[in-house]
């Protein structure tokens, strides 16, 4: 158990739609990052926030979007859902302070499938 | 960008055995951090071993090393006496220094098979 706890672990959903995925890191990790994997995309790096600010950005749709609240927990905001859309949503997280090479913690990812 | 590449696609192994998985990467800088992840049939990311770019000395923990060779850009993983439950995705990753965008960048990953 990393400690990284995700919700929901899976999910199914209409084209067109939209859905929140939930996380909360370790405790006492500031960091959390989000990544999907695909078949054919592998696994790409969406988002990271800090301590509730957005601290790097990276291949995510306009149609996402993602927030960190005060309790350090974070969702992802997927809309206007397509089917390729479909794959599992990892929430990753680190304590993320200036120090050299936290590592990163991985969920164990939410599944969401676009019918 | 820094990229990651993992050359073997599958590898298989049998039980006991020694296998090793490559992976190479490029990037410009000269302090960072590699990872190697596994995944596995639950599709859950665990972290396997990583390496400071800053040592020399190759890490291990436990049937697992690695053999870093910076100037070559290269990180292989090093699995002695091979389980059944070493079967798994396994994914290089590459990670910036502090300071910088702390995302990982993955390679494609190696499938790897234990044979009985």
């Known amino acids: 158990d990393s400690g990284v706890t995700q919700t929901p672990k899976h999910l199914i959903t209409a084209t067109g739609q939209r859905v929140t995925l939930r996380c909360s890191p370790r405790s006492g990790d500031l960091s959390v990052y989000w990544y999907q994997q695909s078949l054919d995309q592998g696994l790409q790096f969406l988002i990271q926030?800090?301590?509730?600010?957005?601290?790097a950005k990276g291949n995510i749709l306009e149609r996402f979007s993602a927030q960190q609240f005060p309790d350090l927990h974070s969702e992802l905001n997927l809309s206007s859902l397509e089917l390729g859309d479909s794959a599992l949503y990892f929430c990753?997280?680190?304590?993320?302070?200036?120090?050299?090479?936290?590592?990163?913690?991985f969920g164990e990812g939410s599944w969401l499938t676009v019918v | 960008a820094q990229t990651v590449t993992q050359s073997q696609p599958e590898m298989s192994v049998q039980e006991a055995e020694t296998v090793t998985l490559s992976c190479t990467y490029d990037t410009s800088e000269s302090d960072y951090y590699l990872f190697w992840y596994k995944q596995p049939p639950s599709r859950q990311m665990i972290l396997v071993i990583r390496q400071e770019a800053y040592k020399q000395q190759n890490a291990t923990e436990n049937r697992f090393s690695v053999n870093f060779q910076k100037a070559a850009k290269s990180f292989s993983l090093k699995i002695s006496d091979s389980q059944l439950g070493d079967a798994a995705m396994y994914f290089c990753?590459?990670?910036?220094?502090?300071?910088?965008?702390?995302?990982?960048?993955f390679g494609k990953g190696t499938k790897l098979t234990v044979n009985p």
């Open positions: 990753a590459y990670r910036s220094p502090a300071g910088g965008s702390e995302k990982l960048v």
């Open positions: 990753a997280s680190s304590v993320g302070r200036k120090t050299s090479g936290n590592t990163i913690y």
């Open positions: 926030y800090y301590n509730g600010e957005e601290r």
